[in-house]
């Protein structure tokens, strides 16, 4: 039987079938041999799953272990080796290994990807993905530019792909039901917010690409994808997320490493999921810093007191946020006059959150921990508690279920696109570096309003063969 019908002069997958049916308000639970599908199970049974990128954090998917309908098949990495040790590893060999993403979704007859790749091939990995009729589920930061993450939402709108960007806290029970009280106004209006004065990328400058010489390895060409295409070089490989080239700050205590989930954490709160701020002030040049003075805490009868008294819910985080790199603060105002200020160190406050000062009093949300002022704000019977499962398996189920219901995820791609927005908003205004200024952005057209350099910065010039792909 042919893998593909036709339908008009375009292809669609017998997996769209399903789709469709669930589209036009038809019982997704169809018998398994239904629309000649015996050897398919529909997705209302289980999904079928490949992950892209096999890093680190792509074994994170253990955390979905016990998420009903979630299942890993087959792994694709660019890399010779990397994805079958990363097969043996996670399943002993029971997954099937790819180098080429895309041959891996064709074979294997998947419902969906998760794409752990770095930061720079993401967007158009993501985008192949979604017209092979692939789901994604795409790591954070979702692009590296404002435009790039424009053309992943327009083009999971154009195909009707289910997409959850990878900022867990969405899902988590006690950081949903702390943003619940800021964003319906239970503790009153929300004044300030109070987050991290992130760790900005790095620029490579030890070789560019006309010290390449000669022929390079296709799988590093492939590696380097949008990016400049350089000689290879362990530090580009391994430490990417340092480089501006291929991320924008993906270090812990990094702008779009811890930055994007403490970003996302406020959209939540404040309710501006679909918008953004409308003004950004520099607030000091950029310069290389410390991230803190990580001194020892003074403690009176055991209880730690200091800058941020009771909203210190930050401890653990201390030992990995200690950095030196380009830093600058930045303040940021909305439209209903919230102030965002992006001022904290790295051992102070909240790593993965930030402090919402309110008419009614303060609350910290950090990731599965909360703090407040006064004390009784966190103390109420309704607070769901810590999380009971590994911290990401909140955030597969609800992709896996999205999946079969074709709802919207929790972290949606629109919703990803605004978090890491910010992200992106504070490297470019520190780039620009006009100090004191106030650079007027349009979170709708996604463009600032008085600062041309600014808006040069939104996207970036594309290495031949690596466009992104057209959709629709």
Same mark, same amino acid.
């Given at each position: 039987m042919?893998?593909?019908?036709?339908?008009?002069?375009?292809?669609?997958k017998?997996?769209?079938?399903?789709?469709?049916?669930?589209?036009?308000?038809?019982?997704?639970?169809?018998?398994? $041999?239904?629309?000649?599908?015996?050897?398919?199970?529909?997705p209302?049974?289980?999904?079928?799953?490949?992950?892209?990128?096999?890093?680190?954090?792509?074994? %994170?998917? &253990?955390?979905?272990?016990?998420?009903?309908?979630?299942?890993?098949?087959?792994?694709?990495?660019?890399?010779p080796?990397? /994805?079958?040790?990363?097969?043996? !590893?996670?399943?002993?060999?029971?997954?099937?290994?790819y180098?080429? %993403?895309?041959?891996?979704?064709?074979?294997?007859?998947?419902?969906?990807?998760?794409?752990?790749?770095?930061t720079?091939?993401?967007? @158009?990995?993501?985008?192949?993905a979604?017209?092979?009729?692939?789901?994604?589920?795409?790591?954070?930061?979702?692009?590296?530019?404002? /435009?790039?993450?424009?053309?992943?939402?327009?083009a999971?709108?154009?195909?009707?792909?289910?997409?959850?960007?990878?900022?867990?806290? &969405?899902?988590?029970p006690?950081?949903?039901?702390?943003?619940?009280?800021?964003?319906?106004g239970?503790?009153?209006?929300?004044?300030?917010?109070?987050?991290?004065?992130?760790?900005?990328?790095?620029?490579?400058?030890?070789?560019?690409?006309?010290?390449?010489?000669?022929?390079?390895?296709? @799988?590093?060409?492939?590696?380097?994808?949008? /990016?400049?295409?350089r000689?290879?070089?362990?530090?580009?490989?391994?430490? @990417?997320?340092?480089?501006?080239?291929?991320? =924008?700050? $993906?270090?812990?205590f990094?702008?779009?490493?811890?930055?994007?989930?403490?970003?996302?954490?406020?959209?939540r709160?404040?309710?501006?999921?679909d918008? =953004?701020?409308?003004?950004?002030?520099?607030?000091?040049?950029?310069?290389?810093r410390?991230?803190?003075r990580?001194?020892?805490?003074?403690?009176?009868?055991?209880?730690?007191?200091? !800058?941020?008294?009771?909203?210190?819910?930050?401890?653990?985080? #201390? =030992?990995? /946020?200690k950095?030196?790199g380009?830093?600058?603060?930045?303040?940021? &105002? %909305?439209?209903?006059?919230?102030?965002?200020?992006l #001022?904290?160190?790295?051992?102070?406050?909240?790593?993965?959150?930030?402090?919402?000062?309110?008419?009614?009093?303060?609350?910290?949300?950090?990731?599965?921990?909360?703090?407040?002022?006064?004390?009784?704000?966190?103390?109420?019977?309704?607070?769901?508690?810590?999380?009971?499962?590994?911290?990401?398996?909140?955030?597969?189920?609800?992709?896996?279920?999205?999946?079969?219901?074709?709802?919207?995820?929790?972290?949606?791609? !629109?919703? =990803?696109?605004?978090?890491t927005?910010?992200?992106?908003?504070?490297?470019?205004?520190?780039?620009?570096?006009?100090?004191?200024?106030?650079?007027?952005?349009?979170?709708?057209?996604e463009?600032?309003?008085?600062?041309?350099e600014?808006? &040069? #910065?939104?996207?970036?010039?594309?290495?031949?063969?690596?466009?992104?792909?057209?959709?629709?």
């Open positions: 042919s893998t593909n019908v036709r339908i008009g002069s375009g292809k669609v017998r997996r769209d079938v399903l789709k469709t049916v669930g589209a036009l308000g038809l019982p997704m639970l169809v018998p398994a $041999g239904a629309l000649g599908l015996a050897e398919q199970a529909p209302s049974e289980s999904v079928k799953v490949g992950v892209i990128g096999c890093g680190g954090r792509a074994r %994170f998917v &253990r955390e979905g272990a016990d998420v009903k309908g979630f299942q890993v098949v087959a792994a694709a990495d660019c890399e080796g990397r /994805a079958e040790k990363y097969v043996q !590893e996670m399943s002993g060999g029971q997954w099937r290994a180098t080429d %993403f895309r041959a891996m979704i064709e074979q294997e007859k998947l419902d969906a990807v998760m794409v752990e790749t770095p720079h091939p993401r967007a @158009w990995i993501t985008i192949h979604m017209l092979m009729g692939m789901d994604v589920y795409i790591e954070k930061p979702m692009c590296l530019t404002i /435009a790039e993450g424009r053309a992943l939402v327009n999971a709108r154009k195909l009707g792909r289910v997409t959850q960007v990878g900022t867990q806290q &969405r899902s988590m006690i950081n949903n039901w702390a943003s619940d009280l800021v964003k319906n239970v503790l009153g209006k929300c004044l300030t917010v109070l987050a991290p004065n992130f760790v900005g990328p790095f620029r490579w400058t030890k070789t560019s690409s006309k010290d390449v010489k000669g022929p390079v390895e296709p @799988w590093w060409d492939l590696w380097t994808n949008q /990016a400049e295409l000689p290879y070089d362990v530090a580009l490989h391994r430490g @990417w997320a340092r480089w501006w080239d291929y991320d =924008g700050g $993906g270090l812990c990094g702008v779009t490493g811890w930055g994007t989930h403490s970003y996302d954490q406020i959209n709160a404040l309710g501006t999921d918008t =953004g701020p409308v003004e950004i002030v520099l607030e000091e040049p950029l310069a290389d410390d991230t803190g990580f001194a020892p805490r003074e403690t009176v009868g055991g209880v730690v007191i200091g !800058e941020t008294g009771d909203q210190d819910t930050g401890t653990e985080y #201390h =030992g990995m /946020a950095l030196h380009p830093r600058a603060k930045v303040t940021m &105002r %909305f439209a209903t006059g919230t102030e965002l200020k #001022h904290l160190d790295g051992d102070r406050g909240p790593g993965l959150g930030a402090i919402f000062t309110c008419e009614k009093g303060k609350i910290e949300i950090n990731r599965n921990k909360l703090a407040s002022n006064p004390k009784e704000i966190i103390r109420s019977p309704d607070n769901p508690g810590p999380n009971k499962r590994p911290e990401s398996a909140y955030h597969i189920e609800n992709w896996i279920e999205c999946i079969k219901s074709r709802k919207r995820c929790t972290a949606d791609v !629109e919703i =990803g696109q605004r978090a927005t910010l992200c992106y908003l504070v490297n470019i205004v520190r780039d620009v570096g006009l100090v004191g200024q106030v650079l007027h952005w349009d979170p709708q057209a463009r600032f309003t008085n600062c041309d600014a808006n &040069r #910065h939104l996207d970036r010039p594309r290495r031949k063969g690596y466009e992104l792909p057209a959709v629709g």
